[in-house]
Each structure stands twice: as C-alpha cells, then as structure tokens.
C-alpha cells in the first residue's frame, strides 16, 4: 500500500508539472496566433489513451500512455517530432518560424516561467495555510551529534555549526545539504566555547553527497515517563527528570547516556538528575540491551526555541517568491556539484524511482505540494540549460538570433536538436541506471 501511495504521489505532481510547463508554451503561442497541433499529457507513440479535438479546432488534445513527459506540438517548429515534411514547406503565417525572434522567445520560456510562477503559488499557498516552522541553527543549543565520517571530517560532537565558506547556516535541517552546496573548504563553529575556524578537506564531498545523516540534533536526555515493565518502576524517578551524569561522567545529551549505558549492559549504574532546581541521585538498573525502562520526552519545542512564521494572504505571497528564488539558486548550485566530476554527484543522478523515494508513503497534503514546488523549480531550471532540444537550447539560440539579426538555418537546427536528444537520452540511461544499481546494491 505505501508502494502504491507513493507511485499516485509521483503521477499526480508530475501530471500537474507537465501540464504547466507545456500550457506555458501553448498559452504564449495561442497569445501570438501560432498554431498548436498537439498538447499531450505524456507521450503516444502508436496510439493515446485519450484523445479529443474539438470540432473547427486546430488542436489535438490528448493524454499518452507513456508517463515519462508530455509535449506541445506547435507548427512550424523544429522539435522532438522532427517533422522534416513540413518544415520544406513554405512558412505559413500562422506557423512558429513565421514569427518575430521576441515571439516566439516568449512562446519558448513560457514553460520554465509558468514553472516557477507555480512554485511561486504553491508555496504562497502552503505558506498561508500551514505557516512555517523550522529549527535556527544557532538556536541548536546542544550542537549536533556526528556520525563517522563528520568525525573524520573534524567536526566534534556538540560543536554548533554557524557558517561554510562565510555563508551562514540557518536551518539546521540544511546543515550537511549547505557543506555540500558550497563546497566548502572552511567551516566557522563553537566549540566548548571558543569560536574556531575548521578547515575542511574538499576531497571528502563526494562521501558528504553519499552519507545521509551526518549531523543529527542533541537533545537532552529527559523524562516523559516510566515504562510499567521497567526494571526502574520503583525507582522514584519522574517526568521531567533530566539526567546530567552517569557514573560521574558529565552527560549533555541523549546520545552521551547512551553510550554510557551500553558499556553497562546487565548492571547499574550510578546516575544524577537535575530536578527543578536540585540534583539527585539514584542508582538504576540496566538490562541486557543498554536500556534503563522509560520513556523518553520527544517535544523538541520543550528545548529548543523553535521559529515558527504565521502568514497573511497578503504576506504568504511575498514570503513564497523569496522562498522559490531561494530554492532555484541552491538548485543551481546542486547542478554545480553535478557538472563537477570530482564531487561524483552525478552517482546521485535518479530516475522516477528516485523522485519517488522522496514522497512520504503516507499522504500528508503539506509535504506534497512542498515536493511539488521543490520538483516545479527543478524541471524550470533543467529546461533552461543550453541544451537542444530542451527550452534552454531554443532560448539561446533565439538569443543569438536577437543579437546579431541572423537566423541559425534550418539545416543546423535539426542537426542540432538530433545531439540534444543523444544527450537526453545518455542522462537517462545514466539516471535509470543508478537507480536499478541502487536497487541491487
């Protein structure tokens, strides 16, 4: 069931983007009186599933049955169809190559526009519906737990991370997504504390980019309550007890406890909690696994100070548009690491397989249409690489057009968008063979 959950997550927002994007190019061409021969909801080769023309209309309308895109066949236009035949024909004036080079520039960017304008209106919208929360960074008061590789790094438990390379780090969610955005070679942190400089070897990014949860939150170990079954019930131990040393050993967090008491399996140990205002202590038995019989309190609010933003319509659209120009230049970035063989992000490369790992396999309507935007941004700014046959090859070459007022021939476009094609299907080779290595690895 989470299988099927995730997969109608994957068509639904992937449905919407398509239909966006490629309403973006229909919209501007319809607007300068192109003709649009077909607007598709993914590909029909051979046959549709679906497919309607209205009566006197120019366009077909249609939905494929091959979910890996959609299209918007306009007239005149050297696309994926690679209509040879009607491209030897005279120019039509209702054709794409008949228009002025600012036209049909517009009729091309529509799609990366609408794009974003619906990132921009998703987040306005989720933002005035849910609101925002989020952790500070530096409002992380215990500091971040490493894993092994963030240990090698340099990185010590408890250090509070405040920037990499002079760049704050705001969120602490985005703490190891931000040290492999940037690159970074430096990173600025407190440290039992001292403010210290820790230089950081760039060589590790690629391990960075593969090891998810390098840095995860430290919280206090306290109290909630005293399992039943617990060989402490008769401890005297209550909610909201925070252990603060174990066997005199100074405990900060969760984390630290724990490791205490797994080199006490099957024995006691001798603990001090701060109570109110006043240390006690007691002696606990431990069992065979490491485990003491409560349960701990899991409300970071209790904790931390949490930032929490409440939007107005009027407010939410502002905040949606800082946040969308936000995510298209960390994306940007992310593309960076792609295009650098020395980070091997593009190991990390996926096909829908990965896209579908992200959706949660229970519905939640906020994290979807977060997703959603997110994926929104990521089509836009993938179709504005230089690239033929997508958006971005079309725009620069309509750009060189504008520039010196000659028309690249018809002959060069169609060579052209034959190695866009070559290239996109390499990416695609590359993308649905890492994710069918991941499954097997």
């Known amino acids: 069931m989470d299988t099927i ?15 966006v994007h490629e309403f973006g190019h229909y919209f501007f061409a319809r607007l300068f009186k192109i003709r649009v021969e077909k607007f598709y909801l993914f ?7 679906f497919k309607y023309k209205p009566k006197g209309g120019d366009t077909e309308y249609g939905i494929g049955w091959l979910p890996l895109g959609g299209y918007c066949k306009i007239s005149g236009m050297i696309d994926e169809s690679m209509d040879k035949e009607a491209m030897r024909e005279e120019p039509k004036p209702w054709e794409f190559r008949s228009k002025p080079a600012w036209q049909r520039f517009f009729v091309m960017f529509g799609g990366v526009f609408f794009n974003f304008i619906l990132a921009i209106l998703i987040y306005s919208a989720t933002l005035f519906t849910w609101g925002e929360e989020y952790l500070r960074t530096e409002d992380a008061i215990y500091g971040v737990q490493c894993n092994d590789l963030a240990l090698e790094m340099g990185f010590r438990n408890g250090d509070r991370i405040l920037e990499f390379e002079g760049e704050k780090v705001d969120r602490f969610h985005e703490i190891q997504m931000q040290l492999a955005r940037n690159q970074a070679t430096n990173a600025l942190i407190i440290r039992g504390g001292d403010t210290i400089n820790l230089e950081l070897d760039p060589a590790y990014i690629p391990a960075v980019l593969n090891t998810p949860g390098m840095f995860t939150l430290r919280v206090p170990f306290v109290i909630q309550s005293v399992s039943d079954s617990s060989l402490n019930i008769t401890a005297g131990l209550m909610p909201g007890d925070m252990v603060v040393a174990a066997d005199s050993i100074p405990i900060n967090a969760i984390q630290d406890f724990q490791e205490v008491l797994l080199a006490k399996k099957g024995d006691s140990i001798n603990v001090t909690l701060q109570r109110g205002g006043e240390l006690i202590s007691k002696i606990l ?3 065979s696994e490491g485990r003491i019989g409560i349960v701990l309190e899991g409300d970071i609010h209790k904790f931390f100070n949490i930032t929490t933003h409440n939007y107005s319509l009027l407010a939410a659209i502002p905040a949606g548009f800082t946040k969308t120009t936000g995510t298209i230049g960390n994306y940007f ?12 992000a593009y190991k990390s490369v996926g096909s829908f397989i990965t896209i579908g790992k992200i959706f949660p396999s229970s519905w939640n309507w906020e994290i979807f249409w977060g997703i959603t935007a997110w994926l929104s941004i990521m089509l836009a700014v993938l179709n504005l690489l230089p690239i033929p046959a997508l958006d971005g090859g079309h725009i620069l070459f309509l750009i060189y057009e504008i520039v010196t007022r000659r028309k690249p021939s018809d002959k060069f476009l169609e060579y052209a968008q034959i190695a866009g094609m070559m290239i996109l299907f390499a990416v695609m080779f590359l993308a649905f063979g890492n994710d069918i290595y991941r499954l097997f690895k």
């Not at 994957?10 to 239909?19: D, G, K, N, P, T």
């Not at 590909?43 to 599933?49: A, E, G, M, V, Y």
């Open 5 to 19: 959950i995730k997969i109608i997550q994957v068509i639904l927002a992937l449905s919407i983007l398509i239909l």
């Open 43 to 49: 590909f029909d080769p051979w046959f549709s599933i």
């Open 285 to 287: 038995a431990v069992d």
């Open 333 to 344: 970035k992310e593309l960076g690491l792609i295009f650098s063989p020395k980070t091997e």
